[in-house]
């Protein structure tokens, strides 16, 4: 009986393949929130390319996607920051590998300010300051008389983690800074209120302005010339050296239609 019930079922896989109907593949890419706008667009072009393939995107910060890499629960990991070292010791302990990186994009990480705040540029040390703390009226940055609020991400985030080591070198943020559970989050509270700043990813700046950073914007020619100081690169990490239907859709993501998109979402392409 089981024997008949085997050749049925192969009879019926060879004719669904005979008249051009075959089971449908599915990719799960889960990670930055600063990638997620690049991968669902990505995905959707890829898809109406490849219609047996199903890509599921969902955000919820470079951290956890990395964690769902780790448990096997993604195929594929965005984060906008490199993987730290207990993490990829974590992956090797469990596969014996230490995962593939690869670079997908460029971002240059913005600072957002509101549109009527009449600072443009801040420096660095001015940056670490408003944010640890020790700096919190905008008249000691060149601004009105007026408290600094502070819009963060939460520590899941590797925006947050990225702009913690560059610019604050590793110190904690101030208690006072409002931690939010993403970018455009944060772009929406900068764009309320003007006496606040935030950071996040250059693409979604939609009715915030950026702050010139050490008197560079973050413009292409700054990014690749090294000006720009907060400059970065985006990636995507899978388990093994990818094969089958993610191999083919990350090796279009790095083609030239495929990075096309990135430059049209508002980043930079790698090549």
Not at 29 to 49: C, H
Not at 166 to 187: C, E, F, M, W
Request: hydrophobic share 35%; proline share 4%; aromatic share 10%.
């Amino acid at each position: 009986m089981l024997k008949k019930t085997l050749i049925a079922i192969a009879i019926v896989a060879v004719g669904l393949a005979v008249y051009g109907f075959t089971t449908k593949q599915k990719i799960t890419i889960k990670g930055s929130d600063t990638i997620v706008i690049l991968s669902q667009r990505w995905a959707e072009k890829f898809m109406s390319k490849h219609p047996n393939i199903t890509i599921q995107v969902t955000g919820g910060g470079s951290g956890t996607g990395i964690a769902a890499l780790i448990n096997g629960t993604t195929d594929i990991c965005n984060a906008s920051r490199p993987m730290k070292k207990s993490e990829i010791k974590k992956l090797r302990k469990k596969y014996g590998t230490n995962g593939i990186e690869i670079p997908c994009g460029k971002d240059g990480l913005s600072v957002y300010l509101n549109e009527k705040n009449p600072v443009t540029n801040l420096s660095t040390k001015q940056l670490k300051d408003i944010f640890t703390g020790k700096v919190s009226n905008w008249k000691e940055v060149g601004g009105k008389n007026a408290k600094i609020i502070l819009y963060s991400r939460e520590n899941n985030s590797g925006t947050y983690v990225f702009f913690k080591d560059h610019i604050l070198k590793g110190r904690d943020y101030s208690p006072k800074a409002q931690n939010l559970p993403g970018t455009a989050a944060v772009v929406n509270a900068v764009a309320k209120d003007v006496n606040a700043i935030g950071y996040g990813g250059m693409a979604y700046a939609k009715g915030v302005k950026y702050a010139k950073v050490n008197g560079y914007a973050p413009t292409k020619n700054n990014i690749k010339s090294g000006k720009y100081p907060i400059a970065r690169y985006l990636y995507m990490y899978v388990i093994y050296k990818p094969k089958g239907a993610i191999k083919k859709f990350i090796d279009w993501t790095l083609s030239r239609e495929g990075q096309a998109i990135v430059n049209k979402v508002g980043y930079f392409p790698v090549r």
